[in-house]
């Protein structure tokens, strides 16, 4: 026992913290010293007929790096202005430190947090303006990401809209974010655009419509949604030849709005019987049948607001059996909304609706460049297939 050796291992890490920051220090300052003897065309001290310049001294300048904060000794030369191809002027932190600053951020640590792990990492505290500041160069690209051209055909696209806080005038009020999530037709999700909207109204929703077409949306059979009635008004302006699915699970739960609890399994099991059948002809008569017996159950509301709703909901019915199951309801957006809020919750009241559009779109361009977007939905050569048998119809 007393041959056993007790290792400090936080004395450790502090010291190879150091000694890493040291070297990096030491690394920076030779490379600066060694271009300013190529722009001065002689060393330090060296007499030489072709010398173009002469050091007199240097200034101190502090950088932030991924080993921590160095200080750099910059040349100053008389006849010569040193410029450095090391550190672009004015720059305070290394590029990496400054790209896992925006990392942190789009990805869902809060400005305070990001102060605390910049403290914790590189012995100094970012202020939220320079963050602010960080993210307008993040804003740039994805700003680029949300208008660049839509080259492919999409046969299916879903929509829905995300509301969010934002302080106006003193006051916190909602602002909606507006997606629009499509499928290939080599069977692959895609992210095809989002946009800030006040409220989801008809001119909000025809203004991403045209948005979408004038970027080369096109190849739509159907449009999945929620029932906005600003949105289906729109839709028929800009796209009038395509057809309109509304979300099952969301209107399961507009009848369910008026079904007291101790009723709730029943009617459901009710409903699903009317999505089980086969076509939409069965499928209209399973409904008939319901309806009935949700009067007899003095269910009214129920029964009117299935009657009134029920064909918007089986358009699905005339497309590939195949699909079915993933193109009646909205799921594919919920699964988005869900990482969309649990990040923005962080943020709690934007301070305007384009930094919320910002942030929305760098989640949804995150989401879509991993397994998400990568894998295939669905085989779409079954849609082409029942499209070329109904022309030959």
């Not at 030369?77 to 090391?86: G, V």
């Not at 672009?88 to 951020?105: G, H, K, Q, T, W």
């Not at 069977?187 to 109204?201: H, P, S, T």
């Given at each position: 026992?007393?041959?056993?050796?007790?290792?400090?291992?936080?004395?450790?890490?502090?010291?190879?913290?150091?000694?890493?920051?040291?070297?990096?220090?030491?690394?920076?300052?030779?490379?600066?010293?060694?271009?300013?003897?190529?722009?001065?065309?002689?060393?330090?001290?060296?007499?030489?007929?072709?010398?173009?310049?002469?050091?007199?001294?240097?200034?101190?300048?502090?950088?932030?790096?991924?080993?921590?904060?160095?200080?750099?000794?910059?040349?100053?030369?008389?006849?010569?202005?040193?410029?450095?191809?090391?550190?672009?002027?004015?720059?305070?932190?290394?590029?990496?430190?400054?790209?896992?600053?925006?990392?942190?951020?789009?990805?869902?640590?809060?400005?305070?947090?990001?102060?605390?792990?910049?403290?914790?990492?590189?012995?100094?505290?970012?202020?939220?303006?320079?963050?602010?500041?960080?993210?307008?160069?993040?804003?740039?690209?994805?700003?680029?990401?949300?208008?660049?051209?839509?080259?492919?055909?999409?046969?299916?696209?879903?929509?829905?809209?995300?509301?969010?806080?934002?302080?106006?005038?003193?006051?916190?009020?909602?602002?909606?974010?507006?997606?629009?999530?499509?499928?290939?037709?080599?069977?692959?999700?895609?992210?095809?655009?989002?946009?800030?909207?006040?409220?989801?109204?008809?001119?909000c929703w025809r203004s991403f419509l045209v948005h979408l077409k004038e970027r080369g949306l096109r190849g739509v059979s159907l449009f999945i949604s929620d029932r906005n009635l600003g949105f289906v008004e729109a839709l028929g302006d800009v796209y009038p030849d395509a057809v309109w699915q509304r979300c099952l699970v969301h209107f399961y739960r507009n009848v369910f709005s008026v079904v007291p609890n101790s009723r709730m399994k029943e009617v459901m099991a009710m409903l699903k019987a009317i999505y089980a059948q086969e076509d939409r002809e069965n499928a209209r008569q399973k409904m008939r049948r319901v309806v009935a017996r949700l009067m007899e159950m003095r269910l009214f509301e129920a029964a009117s607001k299935l009657e009134q709703g029920i064909e918007e909901t089986l358009v699905y019915m005339g497309f590939p059996r195949e699909h079915w199951t993933r193109i009646r309801t909205n799921n594919v957006l919920e699964r988005l909304n869900r990482e969309i809020k649990r990040r923005t919750r962080v943020v709690g009241c934007f301070p305007d609706g384009n930094s919320a559009l910002m942030l929305v779109c760098a989640r949804l361009r995150y989401m879509a460049g991993k397994e998400w977007g990568q894998k295939r939905y669905l085989n779409m050569t079954l849609l082409k297939d029942s499209q070329a048998i109904a022309l030959l119809a």
């Open positions: 026992m007393e041959k056993i050796i007790s290792v400090n291992e936080e004395g450790i890490k502090a010291d190879l913290g150091e000694l890493v920051r040291g070297t990096v220090e030491d690394t920076l300052n030779a490379m600066l010293d060694a271009e300013a003897d190529v722009l001065c065309g002689a060393k330090r001290y060296e007499r030489e007929e072709g010398r173009r310049g002469y050091r007199f001294g240097h200034y101190e300048r502090e950088l932030e790096t991924k080993a921590g904060g160095v200080t750099l000794r910059m040349p100053k030369l008389r006849k010569l202005t040193f410029e450095t191809a090391i550190i672009e002027r004015y720059r305070r932190r290394e590029s990496s430190v400054e790209e896992a600053l925006i990392e942190m951020y789009l990805a869902g640590v809060s400005v305070r947090r990001v102060e605390d792990i910049t403290e914790a990492l590189w012995g100094s505290r970012v202020s939220p303006s320079t963050i602010s500041e960080l993210n307008k160069k993040a804003y740039v690209k994805i700003e680029e990401w949300r208008n660049r051209p839509l080259t492919m055909a999409y046969p299916y696209v879903y929509l829905d809209g995300v509301f969010l806080k934002r302080s106006f005038g003193g006051e916190v009020v909602n602002i909606s974010v507006l997606i629009a999530i499509g499928v290939s037709e080599d069977g692959y999700r895609e992210v095809l655009g989002a946009a800030e909207g006040a409220k989801e109204d008809k001119e």
